[in-house]
């Protein structure tokens, strides 16, 4: 049973443009959600995160949106530039769950065409 | 900012060897460190939450007898793949948490990628 779904596997978008990475999730005790951006070869870096109580939360270029009724939240980069290019990875958590444990997503590989 | 350390990043050994991983961080104290399992194209899956000074918990099918964990200091955690098969071939990455509040992301190591021949 996957709680934490991103339904697009890949996705290009030309330098500039804005890319829009979504992801869905099932349990509704999720209370935290993250975004993770991962290279080859090597561990997921930490790019922005939102709390339940938020509906959006901006840091420079990134952008996570947080919708509870539809369980959805995306990720907004804009504007896109080559080093983007990347696997982001949303990760969902629960407050109540009284440990700190991430459930991620299955990635979306992102290529920005200069 | 934050720096979580794994060593080593790529280990080739024969099957029946024991191969111990190390995570560390590198500037901050962490409680909890996460062991998490990805395969080629698939996502990142925990298989174990080890806390400082006690057992470590284990995600459901992970065997804790084959994956041996110990967090014996607020700064390191070792992972242990006892007897390693080659389907225990895979990408291994721990994570470490900064602080008690829910609201401060897990940081990430680089990797250690397993490959048992």
């Known amino acids: 049973d996957q709680q934490v779904k991103q339904n697009s596997p890949s996705l290009s978008v030309q330098e500039g443009r804005i890319s829009i990475l979504n992801c869905d999730y099932t349990?509704?005790?999720?209370?935290?959600f993250l975004w993770y951006k991962k290279y080859p070869a090597e561990g997921p870096t930490f790019l922005i995160s939102?709390?339940?109580?938020?509906d959006k939360n901006e840091d420079g270029r990134f952008t996570v949106f947080l919708n509870k009724s539809a369980k959805h939240l995306s990720l907004h980069i804009v504007p896109s530039q080559p080093g983007d290019s990347a696997v982001y990875f949303c990760?969902?958590?629960?407050?109540?769950?009284?440990?700190?444990?991430?459930?991620f997503g299955t990635g979306t590989r992102l290529k920005v065409l200069a | 900012g934050a720096v979580v350390s794994q060593h080593p990043s790529w280990v080739i050994c024969k099957s029946g060897t024991s191969v111990k991983i190390e995570c560390r961080s590198l500037?901050?104290?962490?409680?909890?460190m996460f062991w998490y399992r990805q395969f080629p194209k698939q996502s990142l899956m925990l298989m174990a939450t080890?806390?400082?000074?006690?057992?470590?918990?284990?995600e459901q099918g992970v065997e804790k007898d084959k994956f041996l964990i110990n967090h014996a200091s607020l700064t390191l955690s070792t992972l242990t793949v006892t007897s390693a098969h080659p389907e225990d071939s895979s990408f291994y990455i721990c994570?470490?948490?900064?602080?008690?509040?829910?609201?401060?992301?897990?940081?990430f190591g680089d990797g250690t990628r397993l490959s048992i021949l």
């Open positions: 994570s470490a948490k900064r602080g008690q509040t829910l609201n401060q992301p897990q940081h």
């Open positions: 349990n509704s005790m999720f209370d935290y």
């Open positions: 939102i709390s339940s109580i938020k």
């Open positions: 990760a969902a958590s629960s407050r109540t769950s009284g440990t700190y444990k991430y459930i």
């Open positions: 500037d901050f104290q962490a409680t909890t």
């Open positions: 080890s806390n400082e000074g006690s057992k470590a918990t284990y």
